[in-house]
């Protein structure tokens, strides 16, 4: 039995050493056969010359190189698709997801026979409370939108053995909202509790763009909600409207005494089917956007060099 662990590192310098160590002496003590597989994301720091120095000391460290920065997802994309172990691991490199957890999540997922071991976070240290709150209720948000339940409190630190990472690899989708689609994937999923660390050292790489770009996608490819409500919305407004224009009428025949031409009305209908009109087109574009994206049929990433 195999072991791979999934590294995404984007400018790492002064964590990933610590991290190596740590994931060697943990792996080396509980298994046999295991290999450590390092994403550089295209890091513009000292990374890379670490990572290959590594290998002169450790025998079981890959490492793949990025022409560029393209994202935390495609690096564990790309790791996942050059991971050849019985089960992957996917763990950040900042250390907030513990590598002692690792033989605990594979002894889980034996016992158990789960394909796949979430990492569920009981608590989160080092975290501002804005992104706390705003991770509780994207989730939440997205479950009540989305066909597929995504598990709450969970990232991409999990387990996933090698028929989910097989079927993984034959997904085509260029944007991989990884944790959406392994949850779709299926199979037997099951949890783990952990405490999420402090990061050891350096500073996030998800800043608040990021965040809400990685939100977006989490929406807009698990939830086809948005265009039903626009469309509802659409339809609500347009019977509305019907209503408004037939009491107008009746007014207007049974008593023109009363019926003035209120042009505050009009101006402020205008503005209202104005506004709903933009909002509808607004959900249908981020939607093209995407169609966009995928017809394009670009790679997911590209490797320069793999060690
Ligand atoms: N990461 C990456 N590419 C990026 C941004 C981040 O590979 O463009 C990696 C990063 O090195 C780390 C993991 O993704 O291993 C999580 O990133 P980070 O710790 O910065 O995010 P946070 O934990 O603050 O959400
Ligand atoms: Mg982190």
Redesign the pocket.
């Known amino acids: 039995m195999k072991v791979s662990v999934v ?6 310098e002064f964590v990933i050493a610590e991290t190596n160590s740590q994931l060697n002496s943990v792996l080396s003590s509980c298994f046999e056969d295991y290999e450590i597989v390092y ?1 550089n ?1 295209g890091s513009k720091d000292g990374t890379k010359a670490l990572l290959l120095a590594f290998r002169d000391k450790f025998p079981n460290i890959k490492s793949i190189h990025f022409s560029r ?1 393209f ?2 997802q495609p ?1 564990v994309s790309a790791g996942i698709k050059n991971a050849s172990g019985d089960y992957i691991v996917i763990i ?3 250390l ?1 997801d513990p590598p002692s957890l690792i033989p605990e999540m594979v002894k889980k997922a034996q016992e158990e026979n789960a394909n796949v071991v979430y990492a569920v976070r009981k608590t989160r240290l080092g ?1 501002s409370w804005f992104k706390k709150i705003t991770a509780k209720y994207y989730y939440r948000l997205i479950n009540s939108m989305s066909e597929t339940q995504l598990p709450l409190d969970t990232g991409d630190f999990r387990l996933i053995d090698r028929k989910v990472a097989d079927v993984f690899n034959k997904i085509e989708e260029r944007q991989k909202y990884i944790r959406g689609i392994i949850t779709w994937i299926g199979f037997k999923q099951v949890p783990i509790e952990y405490d999420r660390e402090e ?1 050891f050292a350096g500073e ?3 800043p608040l763009s ?1 965040m809400i770009q990685f939100a977006m996608r989490g929406l807009l490819y698990f939830s086809k909600k948005p265009l039903t409500l626009a469309t509802n919305l659409g339809l609500t407004l347009v019977a509305l409207s019907v209503l408004f224009f037939i009491a107008q009428f009746v007014k207007w025949i049974f008593y023109p005494e009363t019926f003035e031409i209120g042009w505050m009305s009009i101006f402020g209908s205008i503005i209202f089917f104005g506004g709903i009109q933009m909002l509808s087109i607004g959900v249908l574009g981020a939607y093209i956007g995407n169609i966009f994206d995928e017809i394009k049929n670009r790679p997911e990433y590209i490797i320069d060099e793999i060690n």
């Open positions: 590294v995404p590192c984007y400018n790492e994403v994301d920065n994202g935390h690096a950040d490199a900042d907030q975290e990061r996030t790489h998800y990021k």
